[in-house]
């Protein structure tokens, strides 16, 4: 399958770079202080193609990329792929791209990613902005689709149906609230990073990677409620794919300088890539003073 014309345009506004013998795809805009934008599962640094244009123009360099094992980077069949793995492989892109302390911003699983770098790195944080995800991990069921990816008899199967006109109503119903926002290309986009170059192996492998051990969510609770760097969290209020339990543990556990709710669901960066933005680099500049 030849590669979508929305993702040779967001391919040819980046680049990339090799991590620990890996092709990792990079893609910056901008200059001033990093914001390192994480993305989730099934999504990929495509997530960000219209929020990152939006932070470059507020002056920081907005800065988002692939996992290895998603979207436009590598995808070993024999890579670790478990969230500690990709922890790990976060602080070895931020030590590749040589970055200062970062504004970072986490989403879907990257959230108990990204904080556990934070965690272990707290002198590379200058503030985190917290984005519709997981972080009680202990009590964490994974919802439909999520969880069908997770069963041993079901998950090739489930992963054989992702395509455009299949994922193009999912969206539409769990992904985002504004169905005009996204729309088949755009999700054709979605699906063919998501499957290209062995990405059957290293998604699946990714989905069975949960850390959803009480040890860890203690982990992950001591770790963030020591983090001293400034905290903001922007939610897309009709998020129905993530459990509202999180929200509740999230805003009730944590220390936020602000909350913020956007007309969105699971995928505000679709549903209102210009609210996301200005929230993102308006935090960061009061942070910067």
Do not use: C
Not at 88 to 101: C, D
Not at 124 to 151: E, Q, Y
Not at 196 to 204: I, P, Q, W
Not at 266 to 274: L, R
């Amino acid at each position: 399958m030849s590669t979508p014309p929305r993702v040779q345009a967001h391919e040819a506004l980046g680049r990339y770079v090799e991590v620990d013998g890996h092709r990792i795809f990079v893609r910056e805009e901008g200059s001033g202080a990093p914001v390192l934008l994480l993305h989730g599962v099934p999504s990929s640094s495509f997530l960000y193609r219209k929020v990152g244009p939006l932070i470059a123009a507020r002056g920081f360099r907005a800065i988002s990329f692939d996992f290895l094992g998603v979207g436009l980077s590598d995808k070993p069949a024999d890579a670790d792929y478990d969230w500690h793995a990709l922890a790990r492989f976060l602080g070895r892109l931020v030590e590749v791209l040589e970055l200062p302390a970062v504004h970072l911003v986490v989403h879907d699983i990257a959230g108990p990613i990204g904080m556990e770098w934070a965690i272990q790195h707290p002198d590379r944080v200058r503030s985190i902005t917290v984005m519709n995800t997981l972080l009680d991990v202990a009590v964490f069921r994974p919802p439909f689709p999520m969880w069908t990816f997770r069963v041993p008899a079901l998950r090739q199967v489930a992963f054989a149906t992702q395509h455009a006109s299949f994922f193009l109503p999912l969206m539409r119903r769990i992904g985002v609230k504004h169905k005009e926002r996204i729309d088949y290309d755009d999700v054709a986009a979605w699906i063919w990073l998501l499957k290209r170059a062995g990405g059957r192996t290293s998604f699946l492998q990714i989905m069975a990677g949960f850390d959803l051990s009480e040890a860890h969510g203690r982990f992950l609770r001591r770790g963030i409620l020591g983090l001293q760097a400034p905290k903001q969290l922007v939610w897309g209020e009709g998020e129905i794919a993530i459990p509202e339990h999180q929200l509740n543990y999230i805003r009730s556990t944590f220390s936020f300088e602000r909350e913020l709710f956007v007309d969105g669901r699971h995928f505000p960066q679709e549903d209102v890539p210009k609210d996301v933005a200005a929230h993102i680099a308006d935090f960061a500049a009061s942070v910067d003073g």
